[in-house]
């Protein structure tokens, strides 16, 4: 074989560093997280440690399995490998064991394995296989069909198993889209969404809805390049609210200013539509359905809320936003998480010197929170340098995807560089109180042999489609 054909000469080794060093880092801080002077030696395999030891070599060993698989099986059973994950998907939700009220592990001889890690990567393979077909073409209403399908099977099997959090994380395949040439007013809609879904908890309905008012005047404004045609507007909505409210008083009817507000906002659809195909702007549409949209998803926000969302996501939520401080009860993981990273001050305590590391403060400290014991104990100087570490895997990820000569492998590049990103940056913004506690893993870092051998799998494969990109031309 020569040596320009090899998978270990082609093989970016710069990945494949920084990802030994990632494993390394957070098989440490799993140590420091859960550290007792009864059980010292880091090689205890009783200890969660000494557990994350061996998962760690289980990882290196199916990491180097994945790179002697020829590249073009990938491409040939990526639908056959997104079947077969569903299938455990389903599986699981009838003989799974529950953990944290999640049914969501399979157990063979107390070794745990959660089928929802694995769908990160069939989901990734299935649908680089899908957007990378020859007749494929993304701005189709029906091609956008298929796309949401190939997401939303996997995602609504997880929360079933009551895990939302692990099912969040296929909304980032959005941005995998987008790069392949999604019309970009759908991230528009997408983001207009979660900030009315924001919006829609923080501000009273009326409030809000004079506000979407208001922004979509000034759109308006905007689009037609005119200060005049929305002064117009807006004395005209105030003109009639007034008279709706008029009429209201006189007749002793009793409308809520809620009530007065979306009449009013009806009759002035009405007149604005009409002006639209009197005078012929098309901007008139965009804004009509602009704030219909913003309408109806304010609207139904307070029932998705109430009504959908269990109490427990409830008061995480309520948390970050500030509407409820608990710091004993619900708020108490992120306040304990805030108090370890911030007394970590600027070079940290010291290896095994956290104090609220050491004596169990913080909960889930070696899983969903062990960022807070890097925080601690390494403080920000090991803080920032662990974030910089992450950042520089997802710009060698982008920077190797951008490299490839197939389609499908620079697809599923963006796919691996988008779910850690999601996993890194909303795992992070939680521990310091940023994110609701959703509990997501840190890659490579948090305890756990399943998101370890899944994040591994992830990344691993893409390793083997680049080792080949001279050869694969799909």
């Given at each position: 074989m020569k040596k320009s054909n090899s998978i270990w000469f082609n093989l970016d080794w710069i990945t494949v560093l920084l990802y030994l060093i990632l494993v390394f880092l957070g098989w440490i801080n799993i140590y420091a997280a859960v550290y007792s002077d009864e059980h010292q030696s880091i090689l205890d395999i009783g200890q969660k440690y000494g557990k994350q030891l061996i998962w760690i070599f289980a990882g290196i060993f199916l990491a180097i399995m994945v790179l002697t698989i020829d590249s073009r099986f990938f491409t040939a059973f990526a639908y056959h490998i997104y079947g077969i994950t569903i299938l455990l998907l389903v599986a699981v939700l009838f003989l799974g064991k529950e953990v944290n009220g999640a049914r969501a592990w399979f157990e063979f001889g107390g070794i745990a394995l959660q089928p929802a890690e694995l769908g990160k990567f069939a989901t990734n393979l299935a649908l680089a296989k899908c957007i990378s077909q020859f007749d494929f073409k993304i701005q189709k209403i029906r091609s956008y069909i298929v796309l949401v399908g190939i997401?939303?099977?996997?995602?609504?099997?997880?929360?079933?198993?009551?895990?939302?959090?692990?099912?969040?994380?296929?909304?980032?395949?959005?941005?995998?889209?987008?790069?392949?040439?999604?019309?970009?007013?759908?991230?528009?809609?997408?983001?207009?969404?979660?900030?009315?879904?924001?919006?829609?908890?923080?501000?009273?309905?009326?409030?809000?809805?004079?506000?979407?008012?208001?922004?979509?005047?000034?759109?308006?404004?905007?689009?037609?390049?005119?200060?005049?045609?929305p002064m117009i507007g807006l004395g005209v909505i105030i003109g009639t609210f007034l008279t709706i409210w008029g009429i209201d008083s006189m007749a002793g009817l009793g409308g809520t200013p809620m009530q007065l507000i979306l009449i009013t906002t009806g009759i002035n659809a009405i007149l604005l539509m009409a002006y639209g195909i009197f005078k012929h702007v098309a901007e008139v549409w965009r804004i009509i359905l602009f704030f219909v949209f913003a309408v109806c998803i304010s609207v139904s926000v307070n029932y998705f809320y109430s009504h959908v969302m269990e109490p427990h996501q409830r008061d995480r939520i309520d948390q970050v936003l500030g509407r409820k401080v608990d710091k004993l009860g619900k708020g108490y993981n992120v306040n304990q998480s805030k108090i370890a990273i911030g007394s970590g001050g600027f070079i940290g305590k010291g290896f095994l010197k956290g104090t609220q590391t050491k004596y169990n403060f913080v909960p889930e400290q070696s899983t969903d929170f062990i960022f807070c014991t890097v925080g601690e104990e390494w403080g920000f100087v090991g803080a920032t340098t662990v974030v910089g570490l992450f950042l520089l895997l997802l710009i060698r990820l982008v920077n190797v995807a951008e490299r490839q000569r197939s389609q499908f492998s620079r697809i599923y590049g963006y796919g691996v560089a988008c779910i850690l990103f999601f996993h890194i940056a909303i795992n992070v913004s939680m521990t310091i109180g940023l994110a609701p506690v959703i509990g997501i893993p840190l890659p490579f870092f948090s305890y756990g042999g399943s998101s370890l051998w899944a994040f591994t799998i992830l990344l691993f494969i893409f390793l083997r489609l680049d080792a080949s990109r001279t050869k694969n031309l799909r």
């Open positions: 997401i939303l099977v996997p995602a609504l099997l997880i929360i079933l198993q009551n895990d939302t959090g692990s099912a969040l994380v296929f909304a980032v395949f959005v941005f995998v889209f987008f790069r392949e040439g999604m019309n970009g007013m759908v991230l528009f809609w997408g983001f207009s969404a979660a900030a009315l879904f924001i919006l829609a908890l923080l501000l009273d309905q009326f409030d809000l809805t004079i506000f979407l008012l208001i922004i979509s005047l000034a759109a308006y404004g905007v689009l037609r390049q005119s200060v005049k045609e």
